[in-house]
């Protein structure tokens, strides 16, 4: 009974070491799906048009419709879609507060093969309104219904 405990602890040390020595090897990133960088892509292009349409409800559309989805910037974490609508339209009542939106997007890939989660990041500036300024994004999308959607978007700005 005793030898059996003693190989069966062994046999659970070894394939825990083994193990452990796998998950320490570095990971190559994961290749992202064409057609997901592309529709990605398409995500934000559509994202700056409406913006620069004037059209926030247009631009909310990119992000997750539920109260998980998170926005985090130099003012702390908002929850919500609806609330980061809310705080859309306060700093940018009108067309000519909300100026012109370009985004640079530096990379775009998937957080695990297979998955139906993905990063994106670049940078974004806002030109010809009082809140002009540019600055820093960093998205997690995730695949919902089909369609690529923010359900968390850190976005930060450069020092003045």
Known sequence: MIRSLRLIFILV???????????KRPQAPVP????????????????QQDWNNGNLAGFMEGYWQDDSMRFISSKGTRYGHSNTLKAYQKHYPSKAAMGQLKFDLEQVGALAEGSSLAMA????????????????FSL????????WKIIADHTW????
């Open 13 to 23: 040390a070894v394939v825990a070491y083994v193990f452990n020595i796998k998950s």
């Open 32 to 47: 992202p799906n064409a057609t997901d960088v592309q529709n990605i892509k398409l995500l934000l292009q559509q994202q």
């Open 121 to 136: 990041s670049g940078r974004w500036e806002i030109t010809g309104s009082p809140e002009a300024g540019r600055g820093y």
């Open 140 to 147: 997690i999308l995730k695949q919902i219904n089909g369609s």
């Open 157 to 160: 700005a450069d020092a003045p």
